[in-house]
Structure formats: structure tokens, C-alpha cells
């Protein structure tokens, strides 16, 4: 491993070369065999463009978890009214971490192929048509609705943190807070308007539509649709050329701190998604109802943006990032385990706690991935390293929680469970805190100027 040069807090790279950052991440089958495409910085000289950049960010990133959260405080009535079994119930919750797994490698054949400006409308696009296509009451639907969403969300993910790299280069700390704050801002209007707004159906309708939560997962597509429209400027000119580096990064998947940061945002996005996908009902089991259940949720995300907006800062603050790393698992811990067992009528500030403290664990998992690569080229590729195989392993705890608690009727086991994956991220956050740069080779193979169609 290489140690980082002192001057290094957030930037990638004083090397103008290496903030010509690629988009995507790996394949999760070898690292070998990939293209690093270096896109040259755009024509965003004035601070208007960058503005209107900036908020384009803002806007696509809020919708990339509106499909998660809105489920979770709906999900007892999608699956009275669908039929669903709990193993459905269960492999619903679990779908968002393991298409983001599976799919997320494969951002960067579509941003080679179209181009990362075209490639995020088309996923926007799709992300609209799968989150709408939630409204036709079916489990069928359902289903194909949020794999479609989730596909899209997944390839977004490893798209993202590149483009902000390559646009903001002298920014890339607080660019991240920024999307990352605007993530959990979405997340929190679905977590807690998804119930009251099929209340205001049912309504509307004087009770006579059995499939007002349908609708109101349907209507979280509008967002989406506004992102694309608002992208759309963003598109370059039609024969315009864009120049492109063709790199290999090799070495990196048999690196131990690169599996030590891959295993930090894994594990950390599995205590995400379970409490994205079953909060709200272990809540409503303990006798909350589901609008509040709904809002507590969403009260939690709040809480991760205003996380989400400092983490960077604090990150980069201090020598490394070990500390920190530990003390927001510990945080996430302990706030489960009050969410799970205090009084409701103290639920609230546990909740507020444990927002803090995720959505401090979610923005130090993105940040260490640039601060642990030595420039931007490993850093893309770490970041479809830790997304790719990340997320497939956080796909697995919602799904064990869904079946614990429906074996065992018991908040017990789902406290084992979390606690022990608390403990295990706060090993490997520790361990990726350190202040070492990856070990891996960056090797230039070919340079052209490519007509962008």
C-alpha cells in the first residue's frame, strides 16, 4: 500500500491528469479485462453552468431512493392487498441492494456507449417508467416496477460519484455531501408522505378504490420525470467531440484495503436497507400506526441529510478517518437497539440518532473511497468495486431480517443480527480509515478523440 501525499484531503489528485475521471466501476468477474474511459472536463467555465449543474445533481439524486423508503411504510397493505407471501415480502425488500449489486457494474459499457450525459437521461427515463409502472395493483407489476427502478438507481449509483469527479474536481468532498444530502431528503418525502398520500386517495375517491397505496407508490415518478427534464439541457451537442483515454487499472481486487473498504460500504448499507425495508413495521408491530411509523422513518432520513452535508468536512478533518469511522457504528448500534426495545413515546429522538449516525456511516463509506485512491482513475473503479460487491452483500440483510422476524415473531433475533453486522462494520470501517492509498497500477493504453453521436 502507498501512503498519501499530506497534501491530499478530498481532492482526488493535484494531477490535472487524474481529474479527467472515467465513469463506472468493474466487473465484479475481473478487474483485468476493464477500460477506464477519461472524459475530458466540460465547458462549465462560468459559475451559472455550474449552478445549474450543481442542481441537476441535486434533482436526479433525489429521486434515487423514493423507490426504496416509499415501500416500507405501505408494505403491510401491498401485501394484504397482492396476495404476497413473506418470503415475497421479504425478496421485495431486498430487491433495491441486490439489483444495485448485480446491475451496478454495468454502468460503464452504457456510459462508453452513449455517453454519461445520454446514459443518466436514458436511466432517468427508465427510473420514471418502473416507479410509475408501481401503480397497477398487481404483485407482478409491482415487482417488475421496482426492478426496473432499482436497475436504473443501481447503474445511477456508480455513474454519480465519477461525474462529480470529473465536473467538480476541486470539490469532490462537499459535492458528495451535497447528492448524498439530497438522497436522504428523497428518501424522507417517500418514507413519510407515501402513507398520507394514499389517505388522500381514498378520499378523494370516498373509499372507493381499494388501490390507493398502488397510486401513491405510482405517483413517486413524478420527481423522476422532473430530474429528466431538467438533465436534458445538460446533453452535448450532436457531433460534438469528446476525448477519451483508454485505461486498465490492475491489481486492485487483490488488494486487502480495497476489500476492507468494499466490506465498510457493504456492511453499512445493510443495516441501511433493513431499516429502510422493515422500521416501519417493526414499528407498527409495536403498536405505531402506520402514519407514524411512516414519519418516524422519514424523521430518520432527515436526520442523514443534515449527517450527510457535514461528514465530508469531518472526514477530511483529521489525520484519518478510523475514529470516526467506529464511533458511527457504535451510534447506529445502540440507536437500533432503542428503536427496537424503548418506549414509542421515545421513539423520536432515538430515531434522530440513528439518522445522524447512518447517514454519517453512508457519506464515509462514499468519501473513503476517494481518500483511499491514490488518483481518479482507481478511485472509479474502487467506487464500482465497493458499489457492486457492496451492495450484493447488503442484499442479504433484509431478506435474513424479513425471515427472522417472521419465524421467530421476535425483536430479539433482528437485535442479535443487527448488532453483529454493527460490530463487523465498525472492524472494517476501522480498518479503511487508515491513512493508505490502495495498491494498484494504472496503465495508459490508448488515446483518440471519438466523435459523441
Same mark, same amino acid.
Given at each position: 500500500?502507498?501512503?498519501?501525499?499530506?497534501?491530499?484531503?478530498?481532492?482526488? %489528485?493535484?494531477?490535472?491528469? &487524474?481529474?479527467?475521471?472515467?465513469?463506472?466501476?468493474?466487473?465484479? *468477474?475481473? +478487474?483485468? *479485462?476493464?477500460?477506464?474511459?477519461?472524459?475530458?472536463?466540460?465547458?462549465?467555465?462560468?459559475?451559472?453552468? &455550474?449552478?445549474?449543474?450543481?442542481?441537476?445533481?441535486?434533482?436526479?439524486? !433525489?429521486?434515487?431512493?423514493?423507490?426504496?423508503?416509499?415501500?416500507?411504510?405501505?408494505?403491510?397493505?401491498?401485501?394484504?392487498? +397482492?396476495?404476497?407471501?413473506?418470503?415475497?415480502?421479504?425478496?421485495?425488500?431486498?430487491?433495491?441492494?441486490?439489483?444495485?449489486?448485480?446491475?451496478?457494474?454495468?454502468?460503464?459499457?452504457?456510459?462508453?456507449?452513449?455517453?454519461?450525459?445520454?446514459?443518466?437521461?436514458?436511466?432517468?427515463?427508465?427510473?420514471?417508467?418502473?416507479?410509475?409502472?408501481?401503480?397497477?395493483?398487481?404483485?407482478?407489476?409491482?415487482? /417488475?416496477?421496482?426492478? %426496473?427502478?432499482?436497475?436504473?438507481?443501481?447503474?445511477?449509483?456508480?455513474?454519480?460519484?465519477?461525474?462529480?469527479?470529473? *465536473?467538480?474536481?476541486?470539490?469532490?468532498?462537499?459535492?458528495?455531501?451535497?447528492?448524498?444530502?439530497?438522497?436522504?431528503?428523497?428518501?424522507?418525502?417517500?418514507?413519510?408522505?407515501?402513507?398520507?398520500?394514499?389517505?388522500?386517495?381514498?378520499?378523494?375517491?370516498?373509499? &372507493?378504490?381499494? *388501490?390507493?397505496?398502488?397510486?401513491?407508490?405510482?405517483?413517486?415518478?413524478?420527481?423522476? /420525470?422532473?430530474?429528466?427534464?431538467?438533465?436534458?439541457?445538460?446533453?452535448?451537442?450532436?457531433?460534438?467531440?469528446?476525448?477519451?483515454?483508454?485505461?486498465?487499472?490492475?491489481?486492485?481486487?487483490?488488494?486487502?484495503?480495497?476489500?476492507?473498504?468494499?466490506? !465498510?460500504?457493504?456492511?453499512?448499507?445493510?443495516?441501511?436497507?433493513?431499516?429502510?425495508?422493515?422500521?416501519?413495521?417493526?414499528?407498527?408491530?409495536?403498536?405505531?400506526?402506520?402514519?407514524? =411509523?411512516?414519519?418516524?422513518?422519514?424523521?430518520?432520513?432527515?436526520?442523514?441529510?443534515?449527517?450527510?452535508?457535514?461528514?465530508?468536512?469531518?472526514?477530511?478533518?483529521?489525520?484519518?478517518?478510523?475514529?470516526?469511522?467506529?464511533? =458511527?457504528?457504535?451510534?447506529?448500534?445502540?440507536?437500533?437497539?432503542?428503536?427496537?426495545?424503548?418506549?414509542?413515546?421515545?421513539?423520536?429522538?432515538?430515531?434522530?440518532?440513528?439518522?445522524?449516525?447512518?447517514?454519517?456511516?453512508?457519506?464515509? =463509506?462514499?468519501?473513503?473511497?476517494?481518500?483511499?485512491?491514490?488518483?481518479?482513475?482507481?478511485?472509479?473503479?474502487?467506487?464500482?468495486?465497493?458499489?457492486?460487491?457492496?451492495?450484493?452483500?447488503?442484499?442479504?440483510?433484509?431478506?435474513?431480517?424479513?425471515?427472522?422476524?417472521?419465524?421467530?415473531?421476535?425483536?430479539?433475533?433482528?437485535?442479535?443480527?443487527?448488532?453483529?453486522?454493527?460490530?463487523?462494520?465498525?472492524?472494517?470501517?476501522?480498518?479503511?480509515?487508515?491513512?493508505?492509498?490502495?495498491? /494498484?497500477?494504472?496503465?495508459?493504453?490508448?488515446?483518440?478523440?471519438?466523435?459523441?453521436?
Amino acid at each position: 500500500m502507498k501512503s498519501p501525499e499530506t497534501s491530499h484531503s478530498g481532492n482526488l %489528485s493535484a494531477d490535472p491528469g &487524474a481529474t479527467l475521471s472515467s465513469i463506472g466501476g468493474p466487473s465484479v *468477474d475481473a +478487474t483485468e *479485462d476493464l477500460a477506464r474511459y477519461a472524459e475530458a472536463m466540460p465547458p462549465y467555465h462560468s459559475s451559472a453552468g &455550474a449552478i445549474l449543474l450543481a442542481a441537476s445533481l441535486v434533482l436526479i439524486s !433525489f429521486s434515487l431512493r423514493t423507490p426504496i423508503t416509499s415501500v416500507g411504510p405501505i408494505l403491510l397493505e401491498a401485501v394484504r392487498a +397482492t396476495g404476497l407471501s413473506a418470503t415475497g415480502a421479504s425478496v421485495l425488500t431486498t430487491l433495491p441492494s441486490l439489483c444495485f449489486g448485480f446491475f451496478g457494474p454495468l454502468a460503464p459499457m452504457l456510459a462508453r456507449r452513449l455517453g454519461t450525459e445520454r446514459a443518466l437521461l436514458v436511466l432517468l427515463a427508465l427510473l420514471t417508467f418502473g416507479t410509475a409502472l408501481r401503480a397497477v395493483p398487481t404483485w407482478p407489476a409491482l415487482y /417488475a416496477g421496482q426492478v %426496473s427502478a432499482c436497475f436504473a438507481v443501481g447503474l445511477m449509483n456508480v455513474l454519480l460519484p465519477g461525474l462529480v469527479k470529473r *465536473d467538480f474536481p476541486r470539490h469532490v468532498a462537499p459535492m458528495t455531501g451535497l447528492y448524498s444530502a439530497a438522497m436522504c431528503a428523497g428518501a424522507a418525502s417517500a418514507a413519510a408522505a407515501t402513507v398520507p398520500i394514499a389517505s388522500s386517495i381514498e378520499r378523494i375517491t370516498g373509499g &372507493a378504490s381499494p *388501490d390507493a397505496w398502488a397510486y401513491a407508490l405510482g405517483l413517486w415518478a413524478l420527481p423522476a /420525470a422532473l430530474a429528466a427534464l431538467a438533465w436534458w439541457p445538460q446533453m452535448p451537442p450532436a457531433g460534438h467531440h469528446a476525448r477519451r483515454a483508454i485505461f486498465v487499472v490492475r491489481g486492485l481486487w487483490r488488494d486487502p484495503l480495497a476489500w476492507q473498504v468494499t466490506l !465498510f460500504m457493504g456492511t453499512q448499507s445493510s443495516l441501511a436497507y433493513i431499516v429502510f425495508g422493515w422500521l416501519p413495521t417493526v414499528l407498527r408491530g409495536r403498536g405505531m400506526s402506520a402514519v407514524d =411509523a411512516g414519519f418516524m422513518l422519514s424523521l430518520s432520513t432527515i436526520a442523514q441529510a443534515v449527517a450527510a452535508l457535514s461528514s465530508p468536512m469531518l472526514a477530511t478533518r483529521g489525520h484519518d478517518q478510523r475514529a470516526v469511522n467506529v464511533i =458511527a457504528l457504535m451510534l447506529t448500534c445502540v440507536s437500533l437497539m432503542g428503536c427496537f426495545f424503548a418506549p414509542l413515546s421515545s421513539m423520536w429522538g432515538w430515531v434522530l440518532l440513528l439518522g445522524i449516525a447512518q447517514g454519517t456511516s453512508f457519506t464515509l =463509506a462514499l468519501t473513503v473511497i476517494g481518500l483511499r485512491s491514490p488518483d481518479s482513475h482507481v478511485a472509479a473503479q474502487l467506487s464500482g468495486m465497493a458499489q457492486g460487491v457492496g451492495y450484493l452483500l447488503a442484499s442479504s440483510g433484509p431478506f435474513v431480517a424479513g425471515y427472522l422476524l417472521h419465524s421467530t415473531g421476535s425483536l430479539v433475533s433482528l437485535a442479535v443480527l443487527c448488532g453483529a453486522i454493527c460490530v463487523l462494520s465498525a472492524w472494517f470501517g476501522y480498518a479503511a480509515g487508515r491513512p493508505v492509498h490502495v495498491n /494498484a497500477q494504472v496503465e495508459q493504453q490508448v488515446q483518440s478523440r471519438t466523435p459523441e453521436a
